[in-house]
């Protein structure tokens, strides 16, 4: 099964505004959630219109706003069904009092109450209103009754209001309501992702970026490897339900959502981590990381002064950190790649014996348009004779999609 990395952008967002002063702030709300990148959709009740206009809903969402139920001509657009059906979540805010009781009681006399009896989709309520209204008994029994019906109430906050009150009542802030939605479907996602995707219940480990060997505490031998790879496949494997690790060199690249991070500079420091990692348990280990072979056999302790024309410095081999990993008696599932100048597949299938891995990915790193600091990269795969499965070419593509086409490929090999 291949999973959907995008899962915000695919969803659907029913937002019902009802009639109360905080309707303005749904306003901002709607930027906030297409900012996020979700479809929104608007209602409005015939009270939330004499606070503020469709049109500016319309303007913000992108779409013709819905306000009636009886109405010919919109049920010929979009009809009520159609939209509720449409509805991955349906969010009212602000949430009226005569909103929840009509939600409480199941009647179906405006375009609201009717969808919200017509959709599948979990409802959630942003109560606004006059603290006397919220504290009034009826509005608490309603609402008792909604939560035992299923619905989420995102409680109101306190503080001061339009009316001059001061208590409970104020809708949270647009920035929250958002954030909060975008948090739900994350973790709806991370949920299905867990149980049904590829690496479902696997623990992975990524090295990523290069390293940075010190010469002396001021200078540094390194290469221009950006971590990119790694990082795409350590968002990959997240979201086909792995608990990723990933070690990482010196990159300025933000952690991939839902992954741990680990940063390390050096070879020896990169390689002591990832036996480490190996100790917690690990089912599959990648190494993306671009190790420095060398690396200096004497730090300086000091800056090292200019002085005579030539400087020599003498280097000492660093470990092999994948092969290392490779030779334990706990031995993960096990990735390498292989960045080649020439004769690219032959270097590659070499390494993949020398260094006992289970499958290589390799690229050409001689073509300036992938590889790197690219954005793109194109690979091929071989996998260890015992896998038996013939090697796979990926073409040019984002290395967001190099990294998805990867971890179905680290799938594959695992039931081989
Ligand atoms: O030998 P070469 O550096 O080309 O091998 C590349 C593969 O080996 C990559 O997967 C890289 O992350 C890994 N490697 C390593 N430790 C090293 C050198 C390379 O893990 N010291």
């Known amino acids: 099964m291949s999973f959907d990395v995008s899962v915000i952008s695919s969803k659907n967002i029913l937002l019902a505004v009802t009639g109360g002063i905080?309707?303005?702030?749904?306003?901002?709300?709607?930027r906030r959630?297409?900012?996020y990148g979700f479809n929104v959709r608007v209602v409005m009740t015939h009270g939330?219109?004499?606070?503020?206009?469709?049109?500016?809903f319309q303007a913000l969402s992108g779409n013709v706003v819905h306000t009636e139920l009886l109405n010919p001509e919109a049920e010929a657009g979009m009809g009520h069904i159609e939209l509720a059906r449409w509805a991955d979540l349906l969010l009212v805010a602000p949430a009226s009092c005569d909103t929840l009781a009509k939600f409480a009681h199941g009647l179906a006399d405006d375009l609201l109450s009717t969808l919200y009896l017509a959709t599948k989709a979990p409802v959630w309520v942003a109560p606004a209103m006059n603290?006397?209204?919220?504290a009034a008994k009826a509005t608490q029994r309603n609402l008792q009754m909604l939560v035992e019906d299923g619905v989420h109430v995102i409680m109101p906050a306190a503080g001061s209001q339009a009316c001059g009150d001061v208590g409970l009542g104020r809708m949270p802030e647009p920035e929250f309501l958002a954030e909060q939605v975008k948090l739900y479907f994350h973790q709806t996602q991370r949920a299905i992702a867990e149980k049904f995707g590829l690496l479902a219940g696997k623990r992975v480990v990524i090295?990523?970026?290069?390293?940075?060997e010190a010469i002396d505490p001021v200078r540094y031998i390194s290469n221009h490897s950006t971590g990119k790879m790694g990082f795409a496949l350590a968002s990959a494997c997240y979201a086909a339900?792995?608990?990723?690790?990933?070690i990482a060199g010196p990159v300025s690249l933000d952690t991939p959502n839902g992954v741990e991070r680990v940063n390390v500079h050096s070879a020896l420091e990169m390689l002591d981590q990832s036996l480490q990692q190996l100790e917690y348990g690990c089912d599959i280990f990648i190494a993306t990381a671009a190790v420095a072979d060398y690396r200096v056999a004497q730090v300086a302790e000091h800056k090292i002064k200019k002085s005579g024309d030539e400087l020599d410095v003498s280097l000492i081999k660093n470990p092999d950190i994948v092969a290392t990993i490779a030779q334990q008696q706990k031995r993960p599932f096990m990735v390498g790649f292989a960045a080649e100048t020439r004769n690219v597949e032959e270097y590659a299938a070499g390494k993949l014996v020398a260094k006992k891995l289970d499958m290589i990915a390799c690229n050409d790193v001689s073509r300036s348009d992938i590889g790197f600091a690219s954005d793109e990269n194109a690979m091929t795969v071989f996998f260890a004779q015992k896998h038996a499965l013939p090697k796979r070419d990926l073409a040019k593509a984002s290395k967001q999609e190099i990294a998805q086409q990867l971890v179905e490929a680290i799938?594959?090999?695992?039931?081989?």
């Open 131 to 134: 603290q006397q209204m919220w």
């Open 48 to 56: 939330a219109q004499a606070f503020i206009t469709p049109l500016t």
């Open 22 to 30: 905080a309707a303005y702030k749904s306003a901002i709300l709607v």
């Open 241 to 246: 339900g792995a608990k990723v690790t990933l």
């Open 207 to 212: 090295t990523a970026g290069p390293t940075r």
């Open 411 to 416: 799938a594959d090999a695992l039931v081989h």
């Open 33 to 35: 959630l297409k900012d």
